[in-house]
């Protein structure tokens, strides 16, 4: 169970860019997001997504193997990210809390559109599998492999 990719996006509309490790600030997210310091909603810190997931998406798809199309920020791998909703979880040490499932949008659904399959589709494949949303609890560096571990019981 571990961060298998890491990618940002310095402003909203922007390329994912791909990180070794990024660094992460309790209450504000990963610094040089587009989303860092934003309070606009609960979970809106972080995302998570499975890279399993996507992997078998772009390889049933015939598309080039293009990890940073979901705009999430951490990939994991051997992770179910939807049994961490309420979970407070450690990835590399850093402390987090799974807020809510990151459900699709259109973004993500015209992101991974083809001629035989629309947005509204992909949205329809990704709901429940689309990631996780995360709020930061503690601070400290998030580098590439790093383990994710449950820490306890689900917050109610």
Request: glycine share 12%; proline share 3%.
């Given at each position: 169970?571990?961060?298998?990719?890491?990618?940002?996006?310095?402003?909203?509309?922007?390329?994912?860019?791909?990180?070794?490790?990024?660094?992460?600030?309790?209450?504000?997210?990963?610094?040089?997001?587009?989303?860092?310091?934003?309070?606009?909603?609960?979970?809106?810190?972080?995302?998570?997504?499975e890279i399993e997931r996507?992997?078998?998406?772009?390889?049933?798809?015939?598309?080039?193997?293009?990890?940073?199309?979901?705009?999430?920020n951490l990939l994991t791998?051997?992770?179910?990210?939807?049994?961490?909703?309420?979970?407070?979880f450690e990835v590399g040490?850093?402390?987090?809390?799974?807020?809510?499932?990151?459900?699709?949008?259109?973004?993500?659904?015209?992101?991974?559109?083809?001629?035989?399959?629309?947005?509204?589709?992909?949205?329809?494949?990704?709901?429940?599998?689309?990631?996780?949303?995360?709020?930061?609890?503690?601070?400290?560096?998030?580098?590439?492999?790093?383990?994710?571990?449950?820490?306890?019981?689900?917050?109610?």
């Amino acid at each position: 169970m571990k961060v298998e990719r890491i990618f940002t996006s310095p402003r909203c509309g922007d390329a994912q860019v791909e990180q070794e490790f990024v660094r992460v600030v309790a209450g504000s997210g990963i610094e040089g997001d587009r989303y860092f310091g934003r309070h606009d909603e609960p979970g809106q810190n972080l995302t998570l997504i499975e890279i399993e997931r996507v992997e078998a998406f772009l390889q049933e798809q015939q598309r080039a193997m293009d990890l940073s199309v979901t705009h999430r920020n951490l990939l994991t791998r051997g992770v179910r990210l939807n049994e961490l909703v309420g979970v407070e979880f450690e990835v590399g040490g850093v402390l987090l809390r799974g807020v809510d499932l990151c459900e699709p949008c259109l973004g993500l659904g015209g992101a991974l559109a083809s001629a035989t399959l629309t947005a509204a589709d992909v949205v329809k494949r990704f709901v429940h599998r689309g990631g996780l949303r995360a709020d930061v609890l503690s601070g400290g560096v998030i580098e590439r492999g790093a383990a994710v571990s449950p820490k306890g019981r689900v917050q109610t």
